[in-house]
């Protein structure tokens, strides 16, 4: 039986598919549409097969890049670098041909961001349960302190323990580690969640609220944050402009809200 998983994110997308006696030799990996950033950009009209050294466990998009995710622990990467989204070390771009992501000597990574790779960054975490980020830092969402670099060439290592799930937007990031949530980055419209409205958080802050949780999934915005407790609870914190806490209102809140849902 022929399955498909697609990744779809701003104006590109991704499928990885395993194909009846084909799979024995490891997923096809098919990317099209169009990685942008301004002002370089590059589009495939037709599903395209990517060719990676090796059979694939997830794949993963971001505006920028597209990434694979190997069984073996490497990660392949191709689109645009200018910002280091390709953390091979160089700003130039790959559009056809994947380059090796460069770790630190004996990281093996187990999953990349799932809702989404960052704004021309990209976000993974490792078997030890390290969190990894490169690229664009220029709002210090990957927590390196107030003396961060505004692109990094290569991962560099989030500086929290037992990271189990990562997501990030354009200005800040979420990690879930040890079972509680922390942001860093841009505080707009208090979107990491610690009670403050505005500035910047050079190193993790606690996310108020959800720290002993069990949390299943998070998501980020450009402007809020989410949250996926075990229970079925959904949180919300950051922009409600667009009415994205589902409160009622459109007043922003720099602390997570409930979610009112229908189920619960």
């Not at 990685?35 to 589009?43: G, M, Q």
């Not at 630190?104 to 990349?112: D, K, M, S, T, W």
Request: charged share 10%; hydrophobic share 45%; glycine share 12%.
């Amino acid at each position: 039986m022929k399955r498909i998983r697609l990744l779809l994110v701003g104006l590109a997308s991704l499928a990885l598919l395993p194909m009846g006696a084909a799979a024995a030799a490891g997923p096809t990996v098919l990317a099209w549409g169009t990685v942008f950033s301004a002002p370089t950009s590059s589009t495939l009209t037709v599903p395209t097969q990517v060719s990676l050294p090796g059979s694939v466990a997830q794949v993963a998009s971001s505006n920028s890049t597209d990434y694979a995710l190997l069984t073996d622990g490497e990660v392949w990467a191709w689109g645009v670098g200018s910002e280091g989204e390709l953390g091979d070390g160089s700003t130039t771009n790959s559009f056809t041909t994947p380059v090796q992501v460069q770790f630190l000597a004996g990281v093996e990574i187990a999953a990349l961001a799932t809702d989404a790779m960052p704004y021309d960054a990209a976000l993974a975490i490792d078997t030890s349960g390290h969190a990894w980020g490169w690229g664009n830092n220029l709002t210090s969402a990957l927590c390196q302190g107030s003396g961060a670099a505004a692109q990094y060439l290569t991962p560099v290592e989030i500086p929290l323990p037992d990271v189990t799930l990562v997501a990030r937007a354009s200005g800040h990031a979420i990690f879930d580690s040890n079972g509680s949530l922390y942001a860093c980055g841009l505080y707009q419209d208090g979107s990491l969640g610690d009670g403050k409205a505005s500035g910047t958080a050079y190193t993790p802050v606690a996310v108020v609220g959800l720290q002993d949780q069990d949390v299943t999934a998070l998501v980020a915005s450009s402007l809020d944050s989410g949250a996926l407790l075990a229970d079925g609870a959904y949180y919300d914190w950051g922009s409600n402009a667009e009415g994205q806490l589902g409160d009622g209102g459109t007043a922003a809140s720099s602390t997570p809200v409930l979610v009112s849902l229908p189920w619960r």
